[in-house]
């Protein structure tokens, strides 16, 4: 994890981009509160796919924090998202070598993943919400069925989106930050 101003200013506009993606996120009421769709969590997996697990780590906390204190991200949202982040960094540092890149078929799956990992979390999350609420399987059932067309829709953000993200934030990264380095090399 190289650490320069352009780097800085890229992992910045991540965690912007992440606070304001929390804004818009789609929201809907449940009898215990509103359940917001972690849609935030698009940017930071771009992040991991194009400059690795530090920055993603670092630019997925810092705008999970702010998200938090602005309200716009619940328990649910923060821990769907780092358990997100966490499962395709560990695929990643699974399935490639350190010095190999990801290619734009393992982009796709990774995407895929992603997309599948936020409809069993997303749902989940809500049928914990139904048990606590009231403990009866009824309540589960119709938590799960409120929150099914979003978490679909999630899911689907998730596995178009990510590797769309992830290939523009690569080319940002390896045009911009990467270039710097070369130059700052060859000095």
Known sequence: MRINSKSVTLAVVAVVLMVLAG???ARFILPTGVFVAPWAGI????????????????????ALIIMFIFGT????????ILLTVAL?????????????????????FLGLV??????????GSLAIAGWLFDGQGATVWAF??????TS?????????????LAIAVRWLWQHWVTSTDHNDSEK
């Open 43 to 62: 940017i930071s997996l771009a992040v991991l796919l194009a400059a690795g697990t530090g920055w993603a780590i670092l630019t997925t906390v810092l």
């Open 88 to 108: 395709l960094a560990w695929l990643i540092g699974w399935q490639l070598p350190r010095d190999q890149g990801v290619t734009h078929q393992q982009l796709i």
């Open 114 to 123: 992603a997309g599948l990992v936020q409809l069993v979390l997303i749902e």
């Open 152 to 164: 679909i829709l999630t899911a689907l953000l998730y596995a178009v989106l990510t590797p769309l």
């Open 73 to 80: 991200a619940g328990w649910a949202t923060v821990i769907d």
């Open 23 to 25: 804004f818009v996120s």
């Open 144 to 149: 799960v069925q409120l929150g099914f067309s």
